[in-house]
């Protein structure tokens, strides 16, 4: 049986007062004497009165109150990258002051999932870690509504919040490089929609931006690396990457360039099961900067990008939007952190440098 949720107007009537002074009550723009505020709690309280009803007030304003944020993998994955928790956190901070919620959208949701046509949203923040990149944008825009990109070639009337992917996996490519190491693989992120793991060909197009950027940077000091792509930017699939890297054709590198954080430790815990030792056989690198539980001794050399900053820039980018404001796009930089997963390759040890 439906319960009639009760109404301003109820709680006015029981307190004896008139109704725009109930509301007050609630809104706090008008002061009241505490007789008064004292007489519509007690009101309030007594019919189970919580509040205005959020539905009307987003009638009032014409706005549903609701950013949604598209995110390329399945959400469960997503909420074990510590890099996106930390990047939501940042965003909710950004728009603190809109008082609006998150919705949490695939950019492939399965059917019956709110899309992207349809889902009850003010505005949207694709993150380009995803190679639907394009398509979620067109249905978006045709929406009309406000859309920033985080990470993504957005093209031209579109405010992007990008990073120095390029540049930043040069640096700890040249780092690896000043070391003396040659033989050097890349595990990439995902590469291909869906997610495939597995070699890279030469010339093989790349669906994912972030991908495809840090290869390039990656490829600008070892033009000839071998790159394999794993499924997803996980512990597990950084391990089969490895395995797959360590067991691959020619002799095994002395260094492998991972393009997270935690394929770096995934890469990490293979090349120990293999009977070797990071960084005496094998460097290792990553990309995030974040905290991964599992590495320690080591410390892990790689890029400490700006995640949470990521996010509140998008969220102050939105939250302009929806003020009238056009705001401009914003390039991050990443910062390089020395670790003890890289040192000089055997070969420079005086070892043998022997493949497996």
Known sequence: MNVRRATIADVARLAGVAASTASVVFSGKTP????????????????GYTGPDPRAASLRRGRS??????????????????????????????????????LLLRDGAESGEPGLRSAPAD??????????????LAAIRARGIPVVVIEGDAGEGVPQIRLDNREAQAVIARHVRDLGHERVALVTLQASVPPHAGWIAGGAPIAVDVTRDRLAGARDVFPDA???????????????AAEAVLAGPGPRPTAILAQSDLLAV?????????????????SVTGFDGVWVDGVAPLTLTTMVQP??????????????MLAGAEPESMLLSSAFRPGNTTGPPPISRGEPASSV
Do not use: W
């Not at 949604?68 to 909710?92: E, H, K, S, W, Y």
């Not at 070797?276 to 094998?282: A, F, K, L, Q, T």
């Not at 995640?307 to 302009?320: F, N, P, V, Y």
């Open 65 to 102: 109150g609701i950013v949604g944020v598209v995110i390329g993998d399945r959400l469960q994955n997503a909420f074990r990258d510590p890099v996106t928790t930390v990047m939501l956190d940042g965003l909710a901070e950004g728009m603190a002051e809109q008082d609006a919620g998150l």
């Open 266 to 282: 995934g890469v990490i815990r293979a090349v120990q099961d293999a009977g070797m030792v990071v960084p005496d056989d094998v």
């Open 226 to 240: 071998p790159a394999f792509a794993a499924g997803a930017s996980s512990i597990d699939q950084g391990y089969a």
């Open 123 to 136: 505005a949207f923040v694709l993150v380009g870690c995803s190679g639907r990149l394009a398509d979620s």
């Open 307 to 320: 995640a949470a900053e990521k996010g509140r820039a998008a969220g102050a980018a939105i939250s302009a």
């Open 32 to 47: 009241v004497s505490d007789a008064t505020r004292a007489r519509v709690v007690a009101a309030a309280e007594q019919l």
